[in-house]
């Protein structure tokens, strides 16, 4: 099961680090108990420590009734982001919590725009890796080539524009990473073959997803786009799991 593989102990767990830190610098005198139940499965590169710290974050702070600002409120789930994978990012968090396409600076302020309407295709193969966060990190290299980060940079500044613009086209074809994924590809079997078949099968841009070893694709025909993929990554005796899915524009919010 899944869930076996998520921390018990409070401070090494994403929403647990998020409410104990609550206790501890907001006047709580009580505890909690929290029950998380979500479809992020972990260790794929979804963002799942991080929509369990967001969701706590955000029942936190709606149960104490605390007045924070947008940048506290994105601190404090970044909070639980850090138990898990020893930084205090908040990339994902913020996403979670505002819905859409957010940029966080370092200070923790955040840029919000509405996504563009597109869809989205996660593949997810059946492979793990024991501390899976450590090992991408450590494929990363510790310079970086000008060219390498030139090119980065002009592709995320034609992705803000997509978005801004609105433009799912665009936004795909403003895929592309030269710095990350080209080392972390060691870590997914057959990737190369998977990123080429789902451009042959029509998609904008194609990548990983957060550290892997789950990859994602942009493109007008998601179901064509899941089968190559899924058909290349089974050349390699690696099956995996589908989902077709888009950007919300909502956010984290009490049901």
């Given at each position: 099961?899944?869930?076996?593989?998520?921390?018990?102990?409070?401070?090494a767990?994403?929403?647990?680090?998020?409410?104990?830190?609550a206790?501890?610098?907001?006047?709580?005198?009580?505890?909690?108990?929290a029950?998380?139940?979500?479809?992020v499965?972990?260790?794929?590169?979804?963002?799942?420590?991080?929509?369990?710290?967001?969701?706590?974050?955000?029942?936190?702070?709606?149960?104490?009734?605390?007045?924070?600002?947008?940048?506290?409120?994105?601190?404090?789930?970044?909070?639980?982001?850090?138990?898990?994978?020893?930084?205090?990012?908040?990339?994902n968090?913020?996403?979670?919590?505002?819905?859409?396409?957010?940029?966080?600076?370092?200070?923790?302020?955040?840029?919000?725009?509405?996504?563009?309407?597109?869809?989205?295709?996660?593949?997810?193969?059946?492979?793990?890796?024991?501390?899976?966060?450590?090992?991408?990190?450590?494929?990363?290299?510790?310079?970086?080539?000008?060219?390498?980060?030139?090119?980065?940079?002009?592709?995320?500044?034609?992705?803000v524009?997509?978005?801004?613009?609105?433009?799912?086209t665009?936004?795909?074809?403003s895929?592309?990473?030269?710095?990350?994924?080209?080392?972390?590809?060691?870590?997914?079997?057959?990737?190369?073959?998977?990123?080429?078949?789902?451009?042959?099968?029509?998609?904008?841009?194609?990548?990983?997803?957060?550290?892997?070893?789950?990859?994602?694709?942009?493109?007008?025909?998601?179901?064509?786009?899941?089968?190559?993929?899924?058909?290349?990554?089974?050349?390699?005796?690696?099956?995996?799991e589908?989902?077709?899915?888009?950007?919300?524009?909502?956010?984290?919010?009490?049901?």
């Amino acid at each position: 099961m899944e869930a076996e593989k998520i921390p018990e102990n409070p401070l090494a767990n994403s929403a647990g680090a998020v409410l104990q830190h609550a206790m501890e610098h907001y006047g709580v005198d009580h505890g909690f108990h929290a029950c998380i139940d979500k479809g992020v499965p972990p260790g794929k590169g979804l963002g799942s420590s991080g929509a369990s710290a967001a969701a706590a974050a955000t029942a936190v702070v709606r149960l104490l009734g605390l007045d924070l600002s947008l940048r506290e409120f994105v601190k404090l789930a970044a909070v639980g982001e850090a138990a898990v994978s020893g930084s205090a990012h908040a990339d994902n968090v913020s996403a979670s919590i505002m819905g859409g396409f957010t940029m966080v600076g370092p200070d923790y302020s955040v840029i919000r725009l509405e996504p563009p309407e597109v869809e989205f295709v996660i593949v997810v193969p059946n492979i793990c890796y024991e501390n899976k966060t450590k090992l991408a990190r450590s494929l990363l290299p510790d310079m970086v080539g000008l060219g390498e980060a030139v090119l980065n940079i002009g592709n995320a500044s034609k992705m803000v524009a997509a978005v801004a613009l609105g433009d799912p086209t665009l936004f795909g074809r403003s895929i592309c990473d030269n710095i990350i994924e080209p080392h972390r590809a060691e870590m997914i079997p057959n990737f190369w073959e998977v990123k080429r078949a789902a451009f042959e099968a029509g998609a904008y841009g194609c990548s990983i997803a957060g550290g892997g070893p789950s990859v994602f694709a942009v493109g007008a025909d998601p179901p064509r786009i899941g089968k190559a993929m899924t058909e290349a990554f089974e050349e390699a005796d690696v099956g995996c799991e589908v989902y077709f899915t888009r950007p919300s524009s909502t956010g984290a919010r009490v049901i």
